[in-house]
């Protein structure tokens, strides 16, 4: 009771777990280091889970890692190999951050909060990787660039709605992952049919050699 007590207390704790989870599957490193700058600045106040990421050296290391994956996300396939290495790091991490927001004070809060946390980032990230996968089978490299923009400006504004309106935050997380589901569901038909040519054409290539 103790548990569900503090959560009805706190909407924006919850809020802030679940931006948490879920941008850290678009976003990891920019998630972190805007977090911690905003605690740093005294924006918003961080849970004490959480005041360990406004801390000058995180901030630095965070911020350094927010810039390199700014730049190798806007590069055709090298995205894809980036977000393809960092399927271990970004649950975890979703996981771990949303228990941080929550877990200072009541162990089980701190285990849901990473139940959490996981599967946003978990949802999130093979949304991102999905939806990133079957734009780079076009040739131009601009709209690889518009949809990474559009990623960068969307976390910002989902970490924004959290710490300052959690109940729209609350409607437009459910929005995003209904549309996360179906751009899956769509996609991953997409490649597996962009998939299906390119072993047929390859297959076509070769009969020739073979008679």
């Not at 503090?6 to 977090?35: C, D, E, I, K």
């Not at 390199?68 to 894809?80: G, L, M, N, Q, R």
């Not at 790091?89 to 285990?111: E, H, K, S, V």
């Not at 970490?159 to 609350?170: D, M, R």
């Amino acid at each position: 009771m103790d548990a569900w007590r503090h959560l009805s207390y706190a909407p924006q704790l919850l809020a802030l777990a679940a931006a948490l989870g879920w941008a850290s599957g678009v976003r990891l490193y920019a998630t972190v280091f805007l977090v911690g700058m905003a605690g740093f600045m005294g924006w918003i106040a961080l849970p004490q889970g959480l005041q360990v990421l406004q801390h000058p050296v995180m901030l630095a290391v965070s911020g350094f890692m927010a810039f390199t994956e700014f730049f190798a996300d806007k590069i055709p396939y090298v995205d894809t190999v980036w977000d393809m290495v960092h399927t271990v790091i970004r649950i975890p991490a979703g996981a771990a951050l949303a228990a941080a927001a929550l877990g200072a004070d009541n162990q089980a809060m701190g285990w849901i909060a990473a139940l959490l946390g996981g599967s946003l980032a978990a949802t999130s990230h093979v949304a991102k990787l999905t939806t990133r996968a079957a734009v780079n089978t076009s040739p131009e490299p601009f709209s690889n660039i518009g949809v990474s923009l559009l990623e960068d400006g969307f976390v910002v504004f989902m970490l924004w709605l959290s710490a300052t309106h959690p109940v729209l935050f609350a409607v437009a997380l459910v929005l995003t992952l209904v549309l996360a589901g179906v751009l899956m569901v769509v996609l991953f038909k997409f490649l597996r049919a962009v998939a299906r040519r390119l072993s047929q054409f390859f297959a076509s290539g070769r009969l020739p050699q073979g008679n």
